[in-house]
T-cell receptor, first 114, second 117 residues
Framework: DTAVSQTPKYLVTQMGNDKSIKCEQN?????MYWYKQDSKKFLKIMFS???????INETVPNRFSPKSPDKAHLNLHINSLELGDSAVYFC?????????????FGPGTRLLVL | AQSVAQPEDQVNVAEGNPLTVKCTYS??????LFWYVQYPNRGLQFLLK??????LVKGSYGFEAEFNKSQTSFHLKKPSALVSDSALYFC???????????????FGSGTQLTVLP
């Protein structure tokens, strides 16, 4: 069974469009994350979210918004896509409990904006 | 603020030789430290972590890392490299006493390891 899954795996779209990437984890974790990996492989946190708190990295444009219908899902919605949004987006979830700090990553969604 | 440095973009090693991938960190308190590996077109996979206790941490696939507080380092090592170890390796840190956004992991820039047959 896949622990953290993302759909779609690949996404090619036109500038200005709105798109969503879905993430689901079946690990029972209560904290989830979105990361962006650029063409140089640099990995940057975008959001962290649990049922109490949404933390947004201050450099993330407000065109990006996380949406969590329930504890097992954290979807990423992107409005008015720009060329610079092209990247690989990773979802992750974290173990619950004291000292349980390990994050588990999804396979990634490769977004290409034309 | 917390930060991680991986000083080498690329490390090449011959199969069977020992390998080291370097990582140094900066946090305001005591750290949680992690190593992750990324194979081509895949997500990050957890290798090992230092939370507390023994400074030498053993992880998956024969990898280990040693937490050195005085040198603020957490280098990844393996006694005998395999061609299949070739991948991108990320070090990550979190300050254990922080809250809010500081509880998020900060990743290094990654080191591409190539093991030559």
């Amino acid at each position: 069974d896949t622990a953290v899954s993302q759909t779609p795996k690949y996404l090619v779209t036109q500038m200005g469009n709105d798109k969503s990437i879905k993430c689901e984890q079946n690990l029972g974790h209560d904290t989830m994350y979105w990361y962006k990996q650029d063409s140089k492989k640099f990995l940057k946190i975008m959001f962290s979210y649990n049922n109490k708190e949404l933390i947004i990295n201050e450099t993330v444009p407000n065109r990006f918004s996380p949406k969590s219908p329930d504890k097992a899902h954290l979807n990423l919605h992107i409005n008015s896509l720009e060329l610079g949004d092209s990247a690989v987006y990773f979802c992750a979830s974290r173990e619950t409990g004291t000292l349980q700090e390990t994050q588990y990553f999804g396979p990634g969604t490769r977004l290409l904006v034309l | 603020a917390q930060s991680v440095a991986q000083p080498e973009d690329q490390v090449n090693v011959a199969e069977g030789n020992p390998l080291t991938v370097k990582c140094t960190y900066s946090v305001s308190g005591n750290p949680y430290l992690f190593w992750y590996v990324q194979y081509p077109n895949r997500g990050l996979q957890f290798l090992l972590k230092y939370i507390t206790g023994d400074n030498l941490v053993k992880g998956s696939y024969g990898f280990e890392a040693e937490f050195n507080k005085s040198q603020t380092s957490f280098h990844l090592k393996k006694p005998s490299a395999l061609v299949s170890d070739s991948a991108l390796y990320f070090c990550a840190v979190r300050d254990r006493i922080s809250s809010g956004s500081a509880r998020q992991l900060t990743f290094g820039s990654g080191t591409q390891l190539t093991v030559l047959p």
